[in-house]
């Protein structure tokens, strides 16, 4: 399951904790926010990790969050990527995308840019740009670990988490190279999903699993500046 769900969070409860949880995938409980969280924001590596069960000395113990020693090392922790898109004139033949990641305050990791796409450019396609490459970022990063992606929408809020953990496994490429639906119907930014889901499984073949929370305009606003700093 793709979702991030704190509430059933193996990572903040410890897995002992999970068992007795009754999960039902299909309606899973809104999240909690992201301030109710614990996260930490490491200055040398300088990349945001949430606190899980072991709690934050844990957590600030930097180089158990980098090991790649033991195989289970670092799978309980979790990188946080913040990412944004944004669009000027959004869908308008003169429309103008582009898109922010955000690792925490000061990262060098941190960065703006212009969605580079031919078409029409509209919010959502920067919206999927702007996690594609927050996840092509991590893959450089090669930080081993479990990540949550923290994405929120325009118009439609929940756009790409709903896009990824509920509607994409119904979803089909054809023979084209287009996914279509259930009812063989062509899926609106199919490129942008794809792109998407082919970072989502290069990060698996090194061991690291994508999951996406989704949190409040307010607690992802350091991606929407980025995104709207790199169209003005
Ligand atoms: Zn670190
Ligand atoms: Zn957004």
Redesign the pocket.
Known sequence: MARFTPQWDQQILGPANTIGIEKDNEKPPKPLPLSSLPIYHCSTCQLTWLVGEKGEAAAKNHPSHHTYSHIYAGTNRSLLVFA???CSGNGALNARGGLGVFFGAGSKFNFAERLSESGVHT?QKA?LA?VARGLQTVRILQARHTMVVN????HD?RYIVEGMCSHFSGWKENKQGVLVNKTGKAVENSKGFLRLESEVQMLSMVGVQVVYYLVS?EE?KE??IL?KESIV
């Open positions: 944004d898109g944004a919010s919206e702007a994405a929120e929408g325009g809020p305009r992802n991606a929407d995104a």
